[in-house]
């Protein structure tokens, strides 16, 4: 335990973060006007950067899985999968989903409907809302679960393949060598951007349950409620965190997917059925012609933040969070071929992404194109609000909003309880066990910096975390590219394996 405490990761990171907090605490204006002029110049310095790396990530799996390579698998060369297609498919649905879809799904689409992605696309018109459909799919496809997948894959091929520990730094041996400063540089990097990425997807729900409050039962949409909801989960998570119950992350998980899926059945039949299919088919065949364009559009010649508050901030919060959902992917995959494993993780988590988004998001179009319901102006003037008055127009408002806000606790609750795991794994060298104190500690943290980046700024502060965090991780990810590649050449192809035994 002492020495867990010691651990100079434990130290650099959760001290990094404390101090965050303090200054936030102190002076959430000053906090937030110093957030928002990194954000500035993270934005309009290296958003390039982010559209490159993640646009050579997809570039890169795709050739990988396609490769001789694609039939190695992660794990032993006669290793089976430890779990079912189709659980490992619901596995990676539950990683995926999470609160930030259920926040983005309405609130996105008509989002760029309100106000189009184009200086030239008049906006909430026919053409608009195919725009905001196809950016929607977009941002929720492929180039996001690139990130996702090269960590996973790198993380699972050392663990299982390799028998090593899964710390960022280790993945870099190759590459950077053993040196003590370097690695315990790495880990604190990477655990400072997985920090802030939790933060921001705790942020968005906590706002998004106060939205739905305020809806529902009149609850004031203040900073003050924010905060209250903050330290109620906060104690949750904990409390779940501390009991070690495995049984209770498993049931709220399979509560997470019952209520998903009764919601999305829900409004896919009570809603506008045929225009969703019909919305969805034409988003997918609109993401996929676009597919090039939309991964390295910037505008240097018209100017304009569009760009820089969705796609930019995006990759960097995928970015960020991908050393949680990486380390959870590659748990889940043992045992399945790098080739399974790649078009698995790119293809199923993106495709049920975008029908969430054709449901609830193609369901507040139609609403607004046909009906008139100004869905898209109350979004605009509060996006928290987005799913809740989408169920206004819909049947049984009241219980489809109790179960959206139930749904936003327990994705929250189980996120962070698997993140204070995964943090406190990441900052013990890689313990499968780690001590409940270390936990609880980052479990604090967590939950403090979202209360500080709400206080700063909300939503701006929340974006500006993420993005920032996430710069120095990117490099991170290419050397994983870089060190995964010198691994995978030293590796038997399974043929050559076989003929070496006989």
Known sequence: MKDQLRNPVFLISASTITILVIIGAVNPEGFGTIAGAVFEFTTINFGWFYLISIFGFVIFLISLGLSKYGKIKIGPPDSKPEFPFFTWIGMLFSAGFGAGLVFWGVAEPMSHFFETPFSDLEAQTEEAARVAMAYSFFHWGINQWSVFAIVGLLIGFLQFRKNKDGLVSTALEPVLGKSKPVKYTIDSLAVIATVMGIATSLGLGILQMNGGLNVVFGVPNSITFQLVITAVLLMLYLTSSSSGLEKGIKWLSNLNLAVCLILLLFVFFAGPTVFILNS????????????????LRLTPYEGGTWLRDWTIFYWAWVIAWSPFVGAFVARVSRGRTIREFIFGVLVVPPLIAC??????????????????????????????????????????????????????????????????????????????????PIKIIWGVLMAAISGVLLLAGGLDALQTASLVSALPFTVIIILFVYAFTKMIRQEPLPERHRRKKE
């Open 355 to 436: 029908l969430w988004i054709a449901v609830f998001g193609g369901t507040a179009l139609n609403s607004d194109l046909n009906h008139g319901t100004q869905i898209a102006e109350a979004v605009n003037n509060d996006v928290t609000v987005a799913l809740f008055k989408t169920f206004d127009y819909l049947p049984l408002t009241g219980v489809l909003s109790f179960l959206s806000i139930l749904l936003i606790a327990t994705f929250l609750i189980t996120s962070a309880d698997s993140a204070t795991y995964i943090l406190a794994s990441m900052t013990t060298n890689g313990s499968l066990t780690p001590a409940l």
């Open 280 to 295: 969805f088919t034409l988003g997918l065949g609109d993401y996929i012609s676009n597919f090039v364009g939309y991964s």
